[in-house]
Nanobody, 126 residues
Framework: QEQPVESGGGSVQAGESLSLSCGISGFPYSAYTLAWFRQAPGKEREGVAAIDGDGRRTAKNSVKDRFTISLDNAKKTLYLQLDSLKPEDTATYYC????????????????????WGQGTQVTVSS
């Protein structure tokens, strides 16, 4: 099965933390980029953070000091640690895999990703 599987969403208060996980089947790959995206109601899907096969990380400016992406190769699991959450972080968070090695703005462009999870909801109340 190629589809990533997310877990770990929930409802928290502003300032609290959450950790999201994503199981990646068939890992490792010869070339790849793994990423987290999010989509709030009425808004476009946006890239949050990405990591490629060389360990290069890219993150959206508004979250790079609060969110951390990491990859456990042995467990075939991608993580996103969300700290100091804000109400504007409320969204459905998606895990995605590209068959390309991507960096910079390309790593946060949804059109470059080929496999998507079903999403997990994160709700932050003030």
């Amino acid at each position: 099965q190629e589809q990533p599987v997310e877990s770990g969403g929930g409802s928290v208060q502003a300032g609290e933390s959450l950790s999201l996980s994503c199981g990646i089947s068939g890992f490792p790959y010869s070339a790849y980029t793994l990423a987290w995206f999010r989509q709030a109601p009425g808004k476009e899907r946006e890239g949050v953070a990405a990591i490629d096969g060389d360990g290069r990380r890219t993150a959206k400016n508004s979250v790079k000091d609060r969110f951390t992406i990491s990859l456990d190769n042995a467990k075939k699991t991608l993580y996103l640690q969300l700290d100091s959450l804000k109400p504007e972080d409320t969204a459905t968070y998606y895990c995605a895999r590209s068959t390309l090695g991507l960096a910079g703005t390309q790593a946060l462009a949804a059109s470059n990703y080929h496999y998507w999870g079903q999403g997990t909801q994160v709700t932050v109340s003030s």
